[in-house]
């Protein structure tokens, strides 16, 4: 093992031990991308806790349909979709709205694809900073000194003020602030990475799950 994949495996350890949020964003940050990854039982269960309403609410049954009395309307059919399920199904996740702050500050939105013979439930999504909302400054690459001592200053203002309000909670946080921060004044251009995991169907998570960048090394 050369002396730069020992420090590769000497940082990965070290950012398993920091939250869910902190360690795929420097991982996101540093470059290390998925190399060595392992998240918290409790995360992954929250993130499995998500897979059960893939697809719930996701607008494709608006058309025209017959409905009881034998009319021809335009309108929501309902569907089993418009309701969590018991286990994890497939399709997209949207955790938005849905009052889990660490999958929202995490993963947001990811794809859940039950596996066959129903032990695992596939979580996959690609990590980086791109999104219709987003500032496209922010992964340009540029050094943006401005917006950066504005996100630092709204950084530091959320963590001075505690919360006051419930102004912080969900998709912004001090936090989230401070990373961005810290990528406006990085002149680099960020590369994304991917999240590959298996996660048992049922019962604890008790290190169960699997990671796919294993498989490709």
């Known amino acids: 093992m050369s002396i730069k994949e020992k420090f590769q495996n000497l940082t990965s350890s070290g950012l398993n031990k920091l939250s869910p949020s902190a360690n795929l964003f420097l991982r996101y940050y540093t470059g290390l991308g998925s190399k060595g990854l392992d998240l918290k039982d409790d995360y992954l269960d929250k993130v499995r806790e998500q897979t059960k309403s893939a697809d719930e609410r996701s607008g494709r049954f608006d058309e025209e349909f017959i409905n009881e009395e034998g ?26 709205g849905s009052g889990s702050k660490e999958v929202i500050q ?20 690609t990590y980086d ?3 219709p909302q987003e500032d496209p400054d922010l992964v340009s690459g540029k050094f943006q000194p401005i917006k950066g001592l504005q996100e630092l200053g709204r950084g530091i203002g959320g963590a001075l003020s505690g919360n006051k309000g ?17 990528m406006y004044f990085t002149p680099r251009k960020f590369k994304p990475y991917d999240i590959n995991i298996d996660l048992p169907m049922r019962g604890d998570i008790n290190n169960r799950e699997i990671y796919k960048w294993l498989n490709s090394l």
């Open 106 to 125: 995490t993963l947001g939105r990811f794809q859940s694809t039950p596996q066959a013979g129903g032990k695992y439930v596939n979580i996959r999504d």
């Open 71 to 96: 009319d021809r309307v335009m309108g929501r059919r309902l569907s089993f979709l418009d309701f969590p399920s018991d286990l994890p199904r497939y399709g997209a996740v949207n955790p938005y």
């Open 166 to 182: 419930g102004v912080y909670g969900f998709e912004v946080s001090p936090k989230t602030r401070l990373a961005r921060a810290a």
């Open 129 to 131: 900073m791109v999104n």
